[in-house]
Protein backbone atom coordinates (compact mmCIF):
# COMPACT_ATOMS: atom_id res chain seq x y z
CA UNK A 1 0.00 0.00 0.00
CA UNK A 2 1.23 3.70 -0.94
CA UNK A 3 1.79 5.94 2.21
CA UNK A 4 -1.07 8.26 0.95
CA UNK A 5 -3.41 4.65 1.20
CA UNK A 6 -1.92 4.34 4.44
CA UNK A 7 -2.39 7.74 5.66
CA UNK A 8 -6.04 7.24 4.10
CA UNK A 9 -6.86 4.59 6.02
CA UNK A 10 -5.68 6.13 9.65
CA UNK A 11 -7.62 8.97 8.91
CA UNK A 12 -10.43 6.69 8.26
CA UNK A 13 -10.11 4.90 11.70
CA UNK A 14 -9.55 7.95 13.84
CA UNK A 15 -12.98 9.25 11.86
CA UNK A 16 -14.70 5.95 13.27
CA UNK A 17 -12.99 6.36 16.92
CA UNK A 18 -14.14 10.44 17.01
CA UNK A 19 -17.87 10.41 15.01
CA UNK A 20 -18.49 6.61 15.19
CA UNK A 21 -18.65 6.87 11.69
CA UNK A 22 -17.36 2.97 11.63
CA UNK A 23 -19.22 1.51 8.90
CA UNK A 24 -17.62 -0.39 6.19
CA UNK A 25 -14.01 1.51 5.85
CA UNK A 26 -12.52 -1.66 5.57
CA UNK A 27 -14.43 -2.47 2.61
CA UNK A 28 -14.35 0.83 1.06
CA UNK A 29 -10.20 0.86 1.54
CA UNK A 30 -10.03 -2.49 0.08
CA UNK A 31 -11.90 -1.46 -3.35
CA UNK A 32 -9.98 1.38 -3.43
CA UNK A 33 -6.78 -0.41 -3.21
CA UNK A 34 -8.06 -2.81 -5.93
CA UNK A 35 -8.69 0.02 -7.82
CA UNK A 36 -5.47 1.99 -7.80
CA UNK A 37 -3.81 -1.70 -8.59
CA UNK A 38 -5.90 -2.05 -11.15
CA UNK A 39 -4.95 1.89 -13.08
CA UNK A 40 -0.90 0.54 -12.04
CA UNK A 41 -1.79 -2.15 -14.13
CA UNK A 42 -3.20 -0.23 -16.93
CA UNK A 43 -0.45 2.20 -17.18
CA UNK A 44 2.01 -0.74 -17.17
CA UNK A 45 0.32 -1.81 -20.20
CA UNK A 46 0.10 1.63 -21.64
CA UNK A 47 3.88 1.79 -21.22
CA UNK A 48 4.69 -1.25 -22.67
CA UNK A 49 2.88 -0.99 -26.04
CA UNK A 50 4.33 2.63 -26.00
CA UNK A 51 7.83 0.96 -25.84
CA UNK A 52 6.74 -0.98 -28.39
CA UNK A 53 5.44 1.01 -30.68
CA UNK A 54 8.76 3.47 -30.67
CA UNK A 55 11.47 0.33 -31.38
CA UNK A 56 8.77 -0.49 -34.23
CA UNK A 57 8.98 3.37 -35.89
CA UNK A 58 12.84 3.22 -34.72
CA UNK A 59 12.76 0.13 -36.82
CA UNK A 60 10.94 1.27 -40.54
CA UNK A 61 12.69 4.11 -39.86
CA UNK A 62 16.46 2.81 -39.67
CA UNK A 63 15.05 0.20 -43.05
CA UNK A 64 13.93 3.34 -45.19
CA UNK A 65 17.22 5.46 -44.51
CA UNK A 66 19.08 2.36 -45.39
CA UNK A 67 18.11 2.10 -48.47
CA UNK A 68 18.33 5.66 -48.94
CA UNK A 69 21.44 5.48 -51.67
CA UNK A 70 19.72 2.39 -53.38
CA UNK A 71 16.88 4.19 -54.73
CA UNK A 72 18.08 5.26 -57.89
CA UNK A 73 15.40 5.60 -59.63
CA UNK A 74 13.40 7.50 -56.99
CA UNK A 75 13.59 11.29 -56.12
CA UNK A 76 15.27 12.76 -52.55
CA UNK A 77 11.25 14.07 -52.14
CA UNK A 78 10.07 10.58 -52.31
CA UNK A 79 12.74 8.54 -50.39
CA UNK A 80 11.92 11.38 -47.40
CA UNK A 81 7.89 10.54 -48.45
CA UNK A 82 8.72 7.26 -47.38
CA UNK A 83 10.80 7.82 -44.35
CA UNK A 84 7.81 10.08 -43.36
CA UNK A 85 5.22 7.49 -43.96
CA UNK A 86 7.20 4.97 -41.84
CA UNK A 87 6.98 7.45 -39.03
CA UNK A 88 2.66 7.70 -39.25
CA UNK A 89 0.92 5.76 -37.34
CA UNK A 90 1.83 2.46 -35.89
CA UNK A 91 -0.32 2.28 -32.87
CA UNK A 92 -3.81 1.74 -32.24
CA UNK A 93 -4.87 5.44 -31.84
CA UNK A 94 -6.83 6.51 -28.60
CA UNK A 95 -10.64 8.23 -28.13
CA UNK A 96 -11.17 11.93 -27.54
CA UNK A 97 -12.02 14.37 -26.94
CA UNK A 98 -14.90 13.95 -27.98
CA UNK A 99 -17.85 16.71 -28.21
CA UNK A 100 -18.73 16.64 -24.02
CA UNK A 101 -22.49 16.83 -25.69
CA UNK A 102 -22.39 19.78 -27.84
CA UNK A 103 -22.09 17.96 -31.58
CA UNK A 104 -22.55 20.81 -33.27
CA UNK A 105 -21.63 23.71 -31.10
CA UNK A 106 -20.41 26.99 -33.50
CA UNK A 107 -22.94 25.94 -36.20
CA UNK A 108 -26.25 28.28 -36.13
CA UNK A 109 -29.01 26.95 -37.05
CA UNK A 110 -30.22 28.88 -39.92
CA UNK A 111 -27.84 31.53 -40.96
CA UNK A 112 -28.08 34.70 -38.79
CA UNK A 113 -29.66 38.06 -40.22
CA UNK A 114 -26.54 39.79 -39.62
CA UNK A 115 -23.18 38.25 -40.31
CA UNK A 116 -20.07 38.39 -37.82
CA UNK A 117 -17.12 40.24 -39.56
CA UNK A 118 -13.88 38.67 -38.93
CA UNK A 119 -11.40 41.93 -39.07
CA UNK A 120 -7.29 42.36 -39.28
CA UNK A 121 -5.87 41.63 -36.02
CA UNK A 122 -3.60 44.98 -36.61
CA UNK A 123 -6.81 46.95 -37.76
CA UNK A 124 -7.95 46.37 -34.45
CA UNK A 125 -8.02 49.27 -31.92
CA UNK A 126 -5.56 48.85 -28.20
CA UNK A 127 -8.95 47.83 -26.22
CA UNK A 128 -10.17 45.19 -29.51
CA UNK A 129 -6.70 43.85 -29.00
CA UNK A 130 -6.55 43.79 -25.28
CA UNK A 131 -10.23 42.01 -25.62
CA UNK A 132 -8.87 39.61 -27.88
CA UNK A 133 -6.65 38.41 -25.73
CA UNK A 134 -8.37 38.24 -22.64
CA UNK A 135 -10.90 36.20 -24.22
CA UNK A 136 -8.29 33.60 -24.71
CA UNK A 137 -7.36 34.00 -21.50
CA UNK A 138 -10.54 33.78 -20.21
CA UNK A 139 -11.23 30.02 -22.15
CA UNK A 140 -8.39 28.35 -19.69
CA UNK A 141 -10.65 29.31 -16.79
CA UNK A 142 -13.84 27.69 -18.22
CA UNK A 143 -13.31 24.05 -16.72
CA UNK A 144 -15.56 21.40 -15.58
CA UNK A 145 -16.07 22.99 -11.96
CA UNK A 146 -16.01 26.56 -12.90
CA UNK A 147 -19.71 27.37 -13.37
CA UNK A 148 -19.23 29.29 -16.38
CA UNK A 149 -22.03 28.05 -19.03
CA UNK A 150 -19.44 26.20 -21.05
CA UNK A 151 -18.53 24.38 -17.97
CA UNK A 152 -20.23 21.36 -19.36
CA UNK A 153 -18.18 21.10 -23.05
CA UNK A 154 -15.04 21.08 -20.67
CA UNK A 155 -15.77 17.46 -19.42
CA UNK A 156 -14.15 15.85 -22.15
CA UNK A 157 -12.27 12.33 -22.37
CA UNK A 158 -8.53 13.68 -22.39
CA UNK A 159 -6.05 11.97 -24.46
CA UNK A 160 -3.88 12.08 -21.77
CA UNK A 161 -5.36 9.23 -19.45
CA UNK A 162 -4.99 6.74 -22.89
CA UNK A 163 -1.30 7.66 -23.61
CA UNK A 164 -0.55 7.35 -19.76
CA UNK A 165 0.10 10.83 -18.68
CA UNK A 166 -1.36 12.70 -15.16
CA UNK A 167 -4.45 14.49 -16.32
CA UNK A 168 -4.32 18.32 -15.64
CA UNK A 169 -7.44 20.59 -14.83
CA UNK A 170 -9.59 20.04 -18.11
CA UNK A 171 -10.68 23.38 -19.85
CA UNK A 172 -12.46 25.15 -22.86
CA UNK A 173 -8.79 25.69 -24.12
CA UNK A 174 -6.90 22.75 -23.96
CA UNK A 175 -9.90 21.16 -25.71
CA UNK A 176 -8.76 22.29 -28.63
CA UNK A 177 -5.35 21.45 -28.46
CA UNK A 178 -6.14 17.85 -26.98
CA UNK A 179 -8.48 17.91 -30.68
CA UNK A 180 -5.48 19.07 -33.23
CA UNK A 181 -2.98 16.51 -31.48
CA UNK A 182 -5.19 13.45 -31.58
CA UNK A 183 -5.99 14.53 -35.33
CA UNK A 184 -2.62 14.31 -35.91
CA UNK A 185 -1.58 10.87 -33.86
CA UNK A 186 -4.26 9.23 -35.23
CA UNK A 187 -2.95 9.24 -38.67
CA UNK A 188 -2.57 5.94 -39.76
CA UNK A 189 -4.86 4.21 -37.07
CA UNK A 190 -7.84 1.83 -37.35
CA UNK A 191 -9.11 5.93 -36.33
CA UNK A 192 -8.93 6.92 -39.57
CA UNK A 193 -6.46 6.48 -42.46
CA UNK A 194 -3.26 8.46 -43.16
CA UNK A 195 -4.99 10.78 -46.11
CA UNK A 196 -8.12 10.87 -44.78
CA UNK A 197 -7.63 13.12 -41.49
CA UNK A 198 -7.65 16.82 -41.04
CA UNK A 199 -4.22 17.49 -42.31
CA UNK A 200 -2.13 16.41 -45.63
CA UNK A 201 -5.34 16.21 -47.50
CA UNK A 202 -8.71 17.91 -48.49
CA UNK A 203 -10.06 17.80 -45.37
CA UNK A 204 -7.67 20.36 -43.83
CA UNK A 205 -9.72 23.56 -45.02
CA UNK A 206 -13.10 22.39 -43.77
CA UNK A 207 -11.40 20.55 -40.55
CA UNK A 208 -10.18 24.13 -39.52
CA UNK A 209 -13.07 26.01 -40.51
CA UNK A 210 -15.27 24.23 -38.13
CA UNK A 211 -12.31 24.42 -35.35
CA UNK A 212 -12.72 28.16 -35.89
CA UNK A 213 -16.06 28.17 -35.79
CA UNK A 214 -16.25 26.25 -32.31
CA UNK A 215 -13.79 27.89 -30.91
CA UNK A 216 -15.13 31.75 -31.88
CA UNK A 217 -18.15 30.59 -30.39
CA UNK A 218 -16.45 29.53 -27.37
CA UNK A 219 -14.59 32.65 -26.94
CA UNK A 220 -18.03 34.92 -27.26
CA UNK A 221 -19.47 32.73 -24.32
CA UNK A 222 -16.58 32.85 -22.18
CA UNK A 223 -16.04 36.85 -22.01
CA UNK A 224 -19.87 37.40 -22.71
CA UNK A 225 -19.83 39.18 -25.70
CA UNK A 226 -22.48 37.07 -28.57
CA UNK A 227 -20.74 40.01 -31.13
CA UNK A 228 -17.02 38.80 -30.18
CA UNK A 229 -15.63 37.71 -33.49
CA UNK A 230 -12.29 36.08 -34.50
CA UNK A 231 -9.47 38.55 -36.08
CA UNK A 232 -7.38 37.02 -38.70
CA UNK A 233 -3.26 37.54 -39.28
CA UNK A 234 -3.08 39.48 -42.96
CA UNK A 235 0.35 38.26 -43.28
CA UNK A 236 1.45 41.18 -46.10
CA UNK A 237 1.58 42.96 -42.89
CA UNK A 238 4.94 41.33 -41.92
CA UNK A 239 6.39 43.00 -45.08
CA UNK A 240 4.68 46.01 -45.35
CA UNK A 241 5.97 47.05 -41.81
CA UNK A 242 9.46 47.14 -43.49
CA UNK A 243 11.31 44.39 -41.02
CA UNK A 244 9.35 41.08 -42.19
CA UNK A 245 11.60 38.64 -39.88
CA UNK A 246 10.14 40.29 -36.81
CA UNK A 247 6.65 41.38 -37.85
CA UNK A 248 6.08 43.92 -35.19
CA UNK A 249 2.41 44.77 -35.78
CA UNK A 250 1.58 41.03 -34.39
CA UNK A 251 3.92 40.42 -31.63
CA UNK A 252 3.04 43.10 -29.12
CA UNK A 253 4.51 42.70 -25.34
CA UNK A 254 0.93 44.99 -24.44
CA UNK A 255 -1.24 42.06 -26.34
CA UNK A 256 -0.59 38.60 -28.15
CA UNK A 257 3.06 39.01 -26.15
CA UNK A 258 6.50 39.25 -27.39
CA UNK A 259 8.42 36.85 -30.27
CA UNK A 260 9.89 35.21 -27.61
CA UNK A 261 14.14 34.76 -28.57
CA UNK A 262 16.26 32.48 -30.82
CA UNK A 263 18.16 31.62 -27.65
CA UNK A 264 16.22 28.08 -26.14
CA UNK A 265 16.34 29.52 -22.74
CA UNK A 266 14.84 32.53 -23.47
CA UNK A 267 12.31 31.74 -25.91
CA UNK A 268 9.35 31.97 -23.31
CA UNK A 269 6.65 34.55 -24.35
CA UNK A 270 6.87 37.96 -22.33
CA UNK A 271 4.64 40.49 -21.82
CA UNK A 272 0.18 40.69 -21.06
CA UNK A 273 -0.39 37.42 -22.19
CA UNK A 274 1.83 35.49 -19.89
CA UNK A 275 1.19 38.37 -17.55
CA UNK A 276 -2.53 36.86 -17.28
CA UNK A 277 -1.62 33.45 -15.92
CA UNK A 278 -1.72 31.81 -19.93
CA UNK A 279 0.40 29.08 -19.65
CA UNK A 280 0.15 25.59 -21.17
CA UNK A 281 -0.85 21.86 -20.03
CA UNK A 282 -0.55 19.42 -22.43
CA UNK A 283 2.91 19.95 -25.04
CA UNK A 284 4.54 17.41 -26.86
CA UNK A 285 8.06 16.47 -27.11
CA UNK A 286 10.77 14.07 -29.27
CA UNK A 287 11.03 13.87 -32.86
CA UNK A 288 7.21 12.62 -33.94
CA UNK A 289 3.93 14.48 -33.55
CA UNK A 290 2.14 11.11 -35.05
CA UNK A 291 2.93 8.62 -31.96
CA UNK A 292 1.00 8.73 -28.18
CA UNK A 293 4.87 8.93 -26.37
CA UNK A 294 5.58 12.57 -27.60
CA UNK A 295 2.44 14.10 -25.06
CA UNK A 296 3.59 15.27 -22.03
CA UNK A 297 0.41 16.42 -20.04
CA UNK A 298 0.28 18.40 -16.63
CA UNK A 299 3.81 19.76 -16.45
CA UNK A 300 2.36 23.90 -16.75
CA UNK A 301 4.95 25.94 -18.79
CA UNK A 302 4.71 29.59 -20.33
CA UNK A 303 4.38 29.70 -24.11
CA UNK A 304 7.17 29.53 -26.25
CA UNK A 305 8.12 31.25 -29.02
CA UNK A 306 10.75 31.85 -32.15
CA UNK A 307 9.99 34.13 -34.41
CA UNK A 308 11.86 34.51 -37.81
CA UNK A 309 14.65 31.93 -36.12
CA UNK A 310 14.61 29.45 -38.37
CA UNK A 311 17.14 29.43 -41.47
CA UNK A 312 14.64 27.33 -43.61
CA UNK A 313 11.24 29.96 -43.92
CA UNK A 314 13.37 33.69 -43.82
CA UNK A 315 9.78 35.19 -43.38
CA UNK A 316 6.04 34.36 -43.57
CA UNK A 317 4.14 34.06 -46.82
CA UNK A 318 3.26 37.40 -48.61
CA UNK A 319 1.00 38.96 -51.97
CA UNK A 320 3.42 36.93 -54.31
CA UNK A 321 2.06 33.41 -52.45
CA UNK A 322 -1.92 34.71 -52.48
CA UNK A 323 -1.56 35.74 -56.49
CA UNK A 324 -0.21 32.14 -56.72
CA UNK A 325 -2.84 30.56 -55.07
CA UNK A 326 -5.35 32.41 -56.82
CA UNK A 327 -3.71 30.40 -60.22
CA UNK A 328 -4.67 27.27 -59.10
CA UNK A 329 -8.10 26.10 -60.29
CA UNK A 330 -8.50 22.75 -58.98
CA UNK A 331 -9.77 22.24 -55.04
CA UNK A 332 -7.54 19.08 -54.74
CA UNK A 333 -5.65 16.19 -56.94
CA UNK A 334 -5.33 12.85 -56.33
CA UNK A 335 -3.61 11.14 -54.18
CA UNK A 336 -4.80 14.02 -52.45
CA UNK A 337 -2.20 13.88 -49.58
CA UNK A 338 0.82 15.73 -48.80
CA UNK A 339 3.80 14.03 -51.06
CA UNK A 340 2.98 13.01 -54.08
CA UNK A 341 0.22 15.57 -54.78
CA UNK A 342 0.99 18.42 -57.29
CA UNK A 343 0.79 21.83 -55.56
CA UNK A 344 0.73 23.38 -58.90
CA UNK A 345 -2.55 21.44 -59.81
CA UNK A 346 -3.93 21.15 -56.55
CA UNK A 347 -4.72 24.40 -54.56
CA UNK A 348 -5.68 22.57 -50.65
CA UNK A 349 -1.64 21.37 -51.12
CA UNK A 350 -0.44 24.95 -52.13
CA UNK A 351 -2.03 26.86 -49.70
CA UNK A 352 -1.49 23.84 -47.56
CA UNK A 353 2.36 24.61 -48.14
CA UNK A 354 3.66 21.32 -49.55
CA UNK A 355 5.70 21.58 -52.50
CA UNK A 356 6.83 18.04 -54.42
CA UNK A 357 10.26 19.82 -55.07
CA UNK A 358 11.17 20.11 -51.81
CA UNK A 359 14.26 17.79 -50.62
CA UNK A 360 14.34 19.05 -46.90
CA UNK A 361 12.83 16.04 -44.50
CA UNK A 362 11.46 19.38 -42.34
CA UNK A 363 9.48 20.45 -45.19
CA UNK A 364 8.70 17.47 -46.26
CA UNK A 365 7.18 16.49 -43.01
CA UNK A 366 5.62 19.87 -41.99
CA UNK A 367 5.22 21.94 -45.33
CA UNK A 368 7.62 24.99 -45.63
CA UNK A 369 5.53 27.12 -47.68
CA UNK A 370 2.34 29.29 -47.12
CA UNK A 371 0.27 28.23 -44.62
CA UNK A 372 3.20 26.06 -42.95
CA UNK A 373 5.55 28.97 -43.23
CA UNK A 374 3.07 30.71 -40.49
CA UNK A 375 4.00 27.41 -37.88
CA UNK A 376 7.80 27.67 -39.07
CA UNK A 377 8.20 31.70 -38.99
CA UNK A 378 6.61 32.02 -35.57
CA UNK A 379 8.72 29.09 -34.12
CA UNK A 380 8.66 26.84 -31.21
CA UNK A 381 5.15 26.16 -29.81
CA UNK A 382 3.60 27.01 -33.24
CA UNK A 383 6.35 24.70 -35.40
CA UNK A 384 5.44 21.62 -32.88
CA UNK A 385 2.67 21.37 -35.25
CA UNK A 386 0.40 18.99 -33.18
CA UNK A 387 0.46 20.87 -30.25
CA UNK A 388 0.39 24.75 -31.95
CA UNK A 389 -3.26 25.50 -30.80
CA UNK A 390 -1.30 26.49 -27.41
CA UNK A 391 -0.12 29.52 -28.98
CA UNK A 392 -3.21 31.89 -29.44
CA UNK A 393 -1.69 32.89 -32.48
CA UNK A 394 -2.88 29.42 -34.13
CA UNK A 395 -6.27 30.56 -34.01
CA UNK A 396 -5.36 33.79 -35.69
CA UNK A 397 -3.42 32.77 -38.23
CA UNK A 398 -5.81 29.94 -39.34
CA UNK A 399 -8.52 32.53 -39.68
CA UNK A 400 -6.34 34.21 -42.51
CA UNK A 401 -5.79 30.28 -44.60
CA UNK A 402 -9.32 30.25 -44.06
CA UNK A 403 -9.85 33.73 -45.51
CA UNK A 404 -7.87 33.04 -48.28
CA UNK A 405 -9.95 30.01 -49.33
CA UNK A 406 -12.78 32.47 -49.23
CA UNK A 407 -11.36 34.60 -51.49
CA UNK A 408 -10.32 31.62 -53.82
CA UNK A 409 -13.72 30.43 -53.24
CA UNK A 410 -15.33 33.89 -54.24
CA UNK A 411 -12.96 34.21 -56.88
CA UNK A 412 -14.51 30.82 -58.39
CA UNK A 413 -18.42 31.71 -57.65
CA UNK A 414 -17.61 34.85 -59.66
CA UNK A 415 -16.40 32.93 -61.94
CA UNK A 416 -19.31 30.75 -62.75
CA UNK A 417 -19.58 27.58 -65.04
CA UNK A 418 -16.90 24.51 -63.86
CA UNK A 419 -15.32 26.96 -61.37
CA UNK A 420 -18.73 28.06 -59.28
CA UNK A 421 -19.43 23.78 -58.43
CA UNK A 422 -19.80 22.87 -54.90
CA UNK A 423 -19.77 26.99 -53.70
CA UNK A 424 -16.29 27.48 -55.91
CA UNK A 425 -14.47 24.42 -54.88
CA UNK A 426 -14.34 22.65 -57.86
CA UNK A 427 -12.55 19.36 -58.03
CA UNK A 428 -13.21 18.71 -54.24
CA UNK A 429 -13.34 14.95 -54.08
CA UNK A 430 -16.32 12.75 -53.14
CA UNK A 431 -14.28 10.63 -51.00
CA UNK A 432 -13.37 13.36 -48.26
CA UNK A 433 -16.93 15.29 -47.87
CA UNK A 434 -18.12 12.97 -44.86
CA UNK A 435 -17.44 13.28 -40.87
CA UNK A 436 -14.74 15.56 -39.34
CA UNK A 437 -12.54 13.69 -37.01
CA UNK A 438 -13.10 14.69 -33.18
CA UNK A 439 -16.77 15.88 -34.73
CA UNK A 440 -18.37 13.00 -36.48
CA UNK A 441 -21.68 14.74 -36.76
CA UNK A 442 -20.15 17.81 -38.79
CA UNK A 443 -19.51 16.87 -42.57
CA UNK A 444 -16.98 18.01 -44.32
CA UNK A 445 -19.16 19.25 -47.16
CA UNK A 446 -21.13 21.54 -44.58
CA UNK A 447 -17.89 24.01 -44.55
CA UNK A 448 -18.24 25.12 -47.86
CA UNK A 449 -20.64 27.93 -47.78
CA UNK A 450 -19.02 29.83 -45.17
CA UNK A 451 -21.39 32.78 -45.53
CA UNK A 452 -24.55 30.06 -44.42
CA UNK A 453 -22.57 29.62 -41.25
CA UNK A 454 -22.54 33.19 -40.15
CA UNK A 455 -19.67 34.68 -40.49
CA UNK A 456 -17.65 37.22 -43.65
CA UNK A 457 -13.98 38.79 -43.52
CA UNK A 458 -14.10 42.75 -43.59
CA UNK A 459 -11.54 42.52 -47.17
CA UNK A 460 -10.74 39.76 -49.32
CA UNK A 461 -7.97 39.53 -51.67
CA UNK A 462 -8.80 39.08 -55.46
CA UNK A 463 -7.06 37.76 -57.91
CA UNK A 464 -5.26 40.30 -60.37
CU1 LIG B 1 -3.75 22.21 -37.94
Redesign the pocket.
Known amino acids: MSNAGLIGRSLLGLACLLFGACGDQDAVSQKKEQGSQKIDATKEKVGEKIDATKEKVGEKVAELEQGFYDWSNETKHDVLCKVMDGMIGNHDGVPGPGTAGAARWGIPAKPPAKAKVRRSYSSLSDAEKKKVVDAFVALKKVTTGSGSPGSSRANYDSICGPVGQPQYERNLYDYYVEA?MN?FMSMGTPVEAHHSM??MGPQ?LPW?RYLLLRVEADLAEAIGDPEFTLPYWDWTDCHADGDPKTCAPIFQREFLGTGGSCNDDARQVEGYLTDQGFQLNITTQGNTMFVPDAIVCNQPRPLHRQVGCEDLIPTVAGQAEIDAMFARPTYDAAPYDSCNTEEDVSFRQYLEGYDNDDTNMTCVAVGCATHSSGHIFIGADMYE?SG?PNDPLFFIH?AQVDRLWAAWQQANLAKGGEAAVDHGNPGYPETHRGSLFVWPEVLASEMFDYQALGYQYDTLPSPK
Do not use: I, Q, R, W
Open positions: HASHFHSSH
